[in-house]
């Protein structure tokens, strides 16, 4: 079980380096834009590539936020609870997260899956394909879905383990 919840954790941590690589990416596109107008031109894609990138690095470093405790979690509840129930409490929001994921990550797909079929674009100048954008949303949610299965296979003994302890 240990071997999948860090074959789990790595995957996140790949796609926290391809999200930060996405984030660079789009600087620079930002950069030459402002560079190429300093000078006098005008480009129409600069803008909306970089959205792009930003967007699906969101979702792509979701997995890893989560694995690094990154999200917004609110513990007053389980500081309450008797020590006995605050890993039921754990697993118990981890399997609601898990679910919410699945769905978002379903109807992602779906989003997508139309917009490949009908050809979907944008309606700015570039006119760019939609579905690569859409695509983002089902793939980072399938992703963190998956590290939610890892935080809830995860022994009690290692949750408070940094999350490097446990690779």
């Keep these: 079980m240990s071997k999948l919840i860090r074959a789990i954790d790595r995957l996140s941590v790949a796609c926290a380096v391809a999200a930060a690589a996405l984030i660079v990416l789009s600087i620079l596109i930002v950069c030459w834009m ?8 005008s480009n129409y894609w600069e803008l909306e590539m970089s959205i792009y990138l930003a967007v699906a690095a969101t979702f792509l ?7 690094t405790k990154g999200h917004i979690g609110v513990d007053f509840m389980s ?3 008797p020590e006995a129930w605050r890993p039921v409490l ?3 929001l981890a399997v609601v997260g898990f679910l919410v994921c699945l769905f978002l990550a379903w109807v992602g797909g779906e989003m997508a899956w139309y917009a490949l079929a009908t050809e979907e674009r944008s309606t700015s100048l570039w006119r760019p394909l939609m579905w690569p954008l859409y695509a983002s949303l089902p793939i980072g949610m399938a992703l963190t879905a998956l590290q939610y299965v890892a935080e809830i ?3 009690d003994r290692e949750v408070h383990l940094k999350p490097e302890e446990r690779l």
Excluded: D, E, H
């Design 34 to 41: 402002v560079l190429v107008r300093w000078f006098g031109q």
């Design 61 to 67: 470093a979701s997995p890893y936020t989560l694995k």
């Design 79 to 81: 500081v309450w609870l």
């Design 90 to 92: 754990r697993r118990a």
């Design 153 to 155: 296979l995860v022994p």
